[in-house]
């Protein structure tokens, strides 16, 4: 900036060198005059603390140091976290926060579980917490959400925010392979871990649904606000029911207001669900992430990217870390926790959602009024029925109008016991189109 | 924010009530106690400019001024202009942050020639100019392109942002009806206005490039800077071509380093181009915008929704009017220009790009060689030709890999004149493929 009197370096430390910690360095030294430019101060790597010095050749050696805590305690301006896990990483930030040092951070399970707390150390120290990376990698999302739409009312944020699940759900709907299959080959190509219990069970995906169901609502949600469900139990039969529907199926985060009697709540999930091939996020594939937003004036909005991998995940760092080391320059800081609305989290059987029901029946007369009955008893509305004959049984498709999730699952437990029903073949949510 | 004493109310101005201005009023009043919350100050709407006061009755009576002047000189902390125009809104603003009020705006044709010295003045008093509204209405780019990108090297953007342009060329594409039937069906149904010259010439779009160009490169452009050609040319055999190799017409925005010998430059420019159906930005028709960034560690983001109407542009206003209230309540400020690369134009013969060429030609052996030989003689390469005889002419479509624009303009020149070429059927560039 032009006329303006050059302001010291800003001291940044960095905890964590990994695949993102790497490339946050690499980016560091090759930017590093437009970073200057950009933030009016030089930014200077004060020190790198890792485990085990001897494994990182690629960064400069005298930078490398076991001892975090010493790091965070050091004359710095801004920390950088990379290492993941809720400790030592949650005394470590706290610290940092509590010392005036702004943070910087791509770790979503730890976010999802103590934001509160860390927030309340930034407010009170006036230090800034910013946190792009722990939510759908490179994409610009948790800034819009936290500032750009902050004249707006959100209303809903749905999206494919896992890779991995999707790379495999990606895999099972183009070859019709089984899970285990293709969990076996994304293991193989390195799209899924040795461990993928984060990523498959949902866990990865519930953290950031609660991160995004806080900003979006302006409310505290943890992840243990979040129904999740993973897609182990997708199976093939699921993926081909989909198809014939013209839909795909798809890990979906949904963060939701829903106004019952005119009472506000808010219903957080994660779970597999089928959405038309025609939504945007249908055409989603392998490790890319999107997420659509809807809100009362802006309308619909979707964001589109990738999602993890060291060089996307290192690129939202930076830009929190710009706008960290602008702070530090122009005075100010970055947006506060918002909680102020304090909406309540729905439980998932109160949650309104929609069924996909894929039967093998008896093929006789009479069997769709039983089936149908049931619905009736649980008062949950038929949307659309689909029956094909085939040799000796047929196959019945039910899908229905939105429903709570309790009185969704009672029917599908007394329809699974009809004699008539000889199979369950699918069941599913469905998401994505008109209720 | 609970635990922080209570700030006055943030007294804000309003230049104009037109579609946007009349949700803005709406939208503050009914969202007045989450804005209170949200910025930790009451927002209050201090007064609002217009022609014709007795032609706002929506609004309440007693804040309506026909000074705008004098407004802007009151008491004010914020002014939000939806004016639109060169003048008197420069002269407006200049005047509002000379006095240290922040300015939102939503008015791309003028920051598209005078951000510069809106900037300085913002800059000399502290003041903030914030604009999300002016480019692809409520989709949060600028944003994301200044803060969230803000640490990473942006290679390129190109988007859909004028949303009548979209809805004619994706009529024309739909119907296979002339761009003069499908403009005047536009008109009736209020996509287009009485005189569409601004949106069909590429005039909106051409301003809303030059202020992406600024942001992501980092230099001044200006709209004069931006290479413009906008769709009466387009014709139902460029869409009929485009729509036989696989393509759709859409009238892009582009802004790209262009990095020669070693030397950075940028190139900016709106035209119509084909781009292969499965691309995103294929997809978005109608009035939606979208937009396609790709930086050097994020990699390729696209951002998608509604780029104008009053509703979605009013939601990107009070977006920015929170950020601005903010920076009131909280001490700090917003970004302020960023042009230190200062990053030259090229001229648009110099810019790289790709034609697809489709000609009637004789039907006779050795066309294709005079046809072939003209494009050596000019040093553009062939990517792909494909022929197709007919009763005594035949159809010669050629697409060309990347090559400057003047060599490719003075080949289609010199081929039209070759006895042989009947006649030059569609000559339109191709964008959104590897070279």
């Known amino acids: 900036m032009p006329g303006h009197k050059q302001h010291g370096p800003i001291r940044v430390a960095l905890l964590g060198c990994g695949t993102v910690g790497?490339?946050?360095?690499?980016?560091?030294?090759?930017?590093?005059d437009d970073l200057t430019a950009r933030v009016g101060a030089p930014i200077e790597l004060a020190g790198i603390a890792v485990r085990k010095p001897n494994k990182h050749r690629e960064v400069p050696a005298d930078l490398l140091t076991t001892d975090a805590e010493a790091l965070v305690a050091s004359d710095v301006d801004v920390v950088i976290e990379v290492i993941g896990g809720i400790e030592p990483t949650r005394t470590?930030?706290?610290?940092?926060l509590e010392g005036g040092k702004s943070v910087v951070t791509a770790n979503k399970a730890l976010?999802?579980?103590?934001s509160a707390e860390l927030f309340e150390a930034a407010d009170a120290s006036g230090a800034d917490l910013y946190f792009e990376a722990a939510v759908a990698g490179a994409i610009p999302l948790l800034r819009p959400l936290r500032e750009s739409l902050a004249g707006d009312r959100?209303?809903?944020v749905m999206g494919i925010v896992n890779g991995t699940t999707n790379f495999i759900l990606s895999g099972m709907t183009s070859t019709g392979s089984s899970y285990a299959e293709t969990l076996e080959e994304a293991t193989r190509l390195g799209y899924a871990e040795a461990d993928p219990t984060a990523d498959v069970d949902g866990y990865d995906a519930a953290s950031k649904a609660a991160i995004l169901?806080?900003?979006?609502?302006?409310s505290r949600v943890t992840a243990s606000d979040v129904h999740r469900e993973g897609i182990a139990s997708v199976s093939a039969a699921d993926i081909a029911a989909a198809k014939g529907?013209?839909?795909?199926?798809k890990l979906l985060a949904i963060c939701e207001r829903v106004e019952v009697d005119g009472t506000e709540s808010i219903a957080v999930r994660v779970h597999p669900a089928m959405i038309p091939v025609a939504h945007p996020l249908a055409s989603v594939n392998g490790a890319f992430n999107a997420v659509f937003v809807e809100a009362d004036a802006a309308g619909e909005m979707m964001f589109y990217g990738q999602g993890?991998?060291?060089a996307p995940t290192a690129s939202a760092v930076l830009g929190d870390l710009v706008a960290a080391a602008r702070n530090r320059v122009g005075g100010g800081h970055g947006p506060r926790e918002s909680a102020y609305?304090?909406?309540?989290?729905?439980?998932m059987g109160q949650t309104p959602t929609r069924y996909h029901i894929s039967l093998d029946v008896a093929d006789r007369p009479g069997v769709l009024s039983q089936v149908a009955a049931v619905f009736a008893e649980h008062d949950v509305s038929i949307a659309a029925v689909r029956q094909e004959g085939r040799v000796d049984d047929a196959g019945l498709v039910v899908v229905t109008h939105a429903a709570t999730d309790a009185a969704l699952r009672s029917t599908v437990d007394k329809i699974s016991g009809l004699p008539v029903v000889r199979e369950v073949v699918s069941v599913m949510r469905v998401e994505g189109e008109e209720t």
Do not use: D, N, W
Request: aromatic content about 2%; cysteine-free; proline content about 5%.
């Open 92 to 96: 470590l930030l706290r610290k940092a």
């Open 213 to 218: 169901a806080s900003l979006a609502f302006h």
């Open 111 to 114: 976010l999802a579980e103590h």
């Open 245 to 249: 529907l013209g839909r795909v199926v």
């Open 154 to 156: 959100i209303t809903r």
């Open 308 to 310: 993890a991998g060291g």
């Open 22 to 32: 790497t490339e946050v360095v690499r980016l560091l030294t090759e930017q590093a």
């Open 341 to 347: 609305a304090a909406l309540p989290v729905r439980p």
